[in-house]
């Protein structure tokens, strides 16, 4: 989703800047644009598309010589993908960026109007800046401290007077962050943009306002000096480079085996580091995307080895749902970024009702993990690539070991030690898995060229479906679904063609036999069976065939199959892996 990233100091910004937006790529984004100030003087240039686009521009032009600079990557959400609606946005004597959605836009607007403001763009960025400009009488803080008396929504700014020589920057549900540099500070809407530059930032909180020149920063909130805590990042320099791999996607896919090991390391030995869901007599999982398919795993696993309830939902809904929470209730929320809104707003929703929150999160500095009551960090590293890989894979981990945890706790184990055992074989199994590419470009030659497929599972395995369905979707434009292996029948069966793909995760052994006869019924109809499975069938279907592993942890070496075909598929189809069209990283708005 739009990214932000702003510089004051003594060189001149258009690198940075640029360089800035490229690391902020990931986050998906239609369009990009960047303005500088001298004096009184500030330039904007903006352009559609790739941050090509907008550097082939700037080539073209005779720039102001500069110090101080802002510039935004959008994600359309007010107003189409245009140059006019890029940010920045300048209104009187304000140019500003923004990420988030002013929630009552239309409504300042009108109002606005009514004063003969004259609006340039659909955007609701611009009514902001329209009323900053209201408010700004020479007195920056002050202006922003009154017009965001008026605004309903979510923002991260960065603001530029037109008689200051100094950067701005504020927020309130849309993260931004402070770079500290020696004679230069920064604002970007995560480190990766800042990280060839400092590692030292303040966490900008809710409401408040950050006045910065290149040599100081003051942070206040309701017109009172806040000390600032300095966060220092251990994210590396070159976790933003691929490593020699062509795309992010494929190098996070091979890097599961060592965050696997590094997540699971503290609890293996220490399962008691692990919260007890004993002490809850109900358990809602609150996600988005992958991240529920991730929870949909611990659903089963929960319900399945420890005899545990587990209510799910996606977090679009759950927010607006009346939820009876009339039971001692703990929701667990998964995030990679810990910045998903609307993952956020169920978080708010349970605290509202004093309910207990756990959040699986791999972003430490997040508002997810900073808000939530108690946390289990992933050790993904930072995720790159749009669709996620490694981090559902650490969320699937997390839930298998809370699972087996509670079944630990209720006497529902048998073999405890092999379990564990299994667990601690886990990265060496994954690394087998991945080193197979051949085996999963075979599949991607059976069905890059084919417009529809199905993904069938059931139970666990249909849980896995849904994860392999999005991945393939989200980056190869195929259409697929996924279904649970026993409901084609009842309708999605008409839809079965010759040659059509379907995709059967077979792992459960329990089931596993009724999912063999869905097989046959769609192979009669003429589709095109790939099984997934971790043994091996005398038929002449496609196969993958994965090592058998404890139930707990068998999706964890199915998936980066599917990953890896996914990834496949979209490479024959000359997709933009890495920053599939219409998708952002990080979902910031509703
Ligand atoms: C799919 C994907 C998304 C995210 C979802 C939640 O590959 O990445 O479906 O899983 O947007 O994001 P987080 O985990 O950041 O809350």
Redesign the pocket.
């Known amino acids: 989703m739009c990214g932000i990233i702003g510089y004051i100091g003594e060189k001149n910004p258009v690198d940075i800047l640029i360089n800035g937006l490229k690391s902020l790529e990931y986050r998906g984004y239609d369009s990009a644009g960047i303005a500088l100030k001298e004096k009184d003087e500030i330039e904007i240039i903006k352009s559609v598309g790739k941050i090509v686009n907008l550097e082939e521009k700037i080539k073209d032009e005779k720039l102001i010589p500069s110090h101080l600079g802002i510039a935004h990557t959008r994600w359309a959400t007010h107003g189409k993908p245009t140059e006019n609606n890029a940010h920045p946005h300048t209104a009187g004597r304000v140019t500003l960026v923004h990420n988030g959605i002013i929630e009552n836009a239309e409504e300042l607007r009108e109002k606005l109007k009514k004063e003969k403001v004259r609006f340039y763009s659909e955007t609701d960025t611009e009514v902001v800046a329209a009323l900053i400009n209201k408010y700004y009488d020479n007195d920056p803080v002050e202006a922003i401290n009154q017009a965001l008396k008026e605004v309903k929504g979510s923002y991260a700014l960065g603001i530029l007077f037109q008689e200051s020589d100094d950067l701005y920057a504020v927020r309130k549900d849309s993260p931004l962050i402070v770079g500290l540099g020696k004679d230069e500070n920064f604002i970007a809407s995560d480190i990766a943009a800042i990280i060839d530059y400092t590692n030292q930032y303040y966490l900008l909180e809710e409401g408040e306002i950050a006045h910065i020149t290149k040599a100081k920063i003051e942070v206040t909130k309701d017109g009172k000096v806040v000390e600032k805590e300095v966060q220092t990042t251990s994210m590396e320099r070159d976790a933003k480079d691929k490593c020699g791999y062509d795309h992010y996607m494929l190098k996070e896919i091979m890097e599961e085996p060592v965050v696997l090991q590094k997540t699971f390391e503290p609890y293996l030995e220490h399962l008691e580091k692990l919260p007890d869901l004993t002490d809850y007599e109900e358990i809602h999982i609150v996600?988005?995307?992958?991240?529920m398919y991730a929870g949909m795993i611990g659903k089963t696993l929960l319900e399945e080895y420890a005899n545990t309830k587990v209510e799910i939902d996606v977090a679009s809904e759950y927010r607006y749902k009346n939820i009876i929470y009339d039971r001692k209730t703990l929701v667990i929320l998964?995030?990679?970024?810990?910045?998903?809104a609307d993952?956020i707003a169920a978080m708010r929703k349970a605290q509202e009702h004093n309910v207990e929150t756990l959040a699986i999160v791999n972003v430490k500095t997040s508002t997810i993990a900073r808000e939530s009551d108690s946390q289990i960090f992933i050790e993904a590293g930072p995720e790159i690539a749009?669709?996620?890989t490694k981090?559902?894979i650490l969320q699937v981990g997390i839930m298998a070991l809370l699972a087996y945890k509670t079944a630990l706790t209720k006497n529902l184990v048998k073999e405890e030690h092999k379990v564990l055992e299994e667990a601690e074989k886990l990265p060496r199994l994954i690394k087998e898995v991945l080193d197979r590419r051949e085996e999963y470009k075979k599949v991607a030659e059976a069905i890059y060229q084919k417009e529809d497929i199905f993904f069938i599972g059931r139970k666990i395995d249909y849980a896995t479906s849904m994860e392999g369905s999005?991945?393939l979707k989200?980056v190869s434009y195929i259409h697929s679904e996924a279904y649970q292996a026993g409901e084609l029948k009842h309708g999605t069966i008409s839809l079965i063609d010759d040659g059509m793909p379907v995709f059967a995760i077979i792992t459960d052994d329990t089931i596993k036999d009724k999912t063999i006869s869905n097989i046959e019924e769609v192979k009669s109809r003429g589709a095109q069976t790939i099984i997934i499975s971790n043994e091996k069938y005398a038929t002449d279907d496609l196969q993958v065939t994965v090592p058998k592993i404890s139930p707990y942890f068998q999706p964890i070496l199915i998936v980066p199959t599917l990953q890896l075909i996914a990834y496949e598929t979209a490479k024959l189809r000359g997709c933009d892996i890495d920053k599939p069209k219409n998708l952002a990283k990080?979902?910031t708005v509703e």
């Open positions: 996600a988005c995307g992958s991240a998964i995030s990679q970024s810990g910045e998903t993952t749009v669709a996620t981090a559902y999005l991945k989200e990080s979902v």
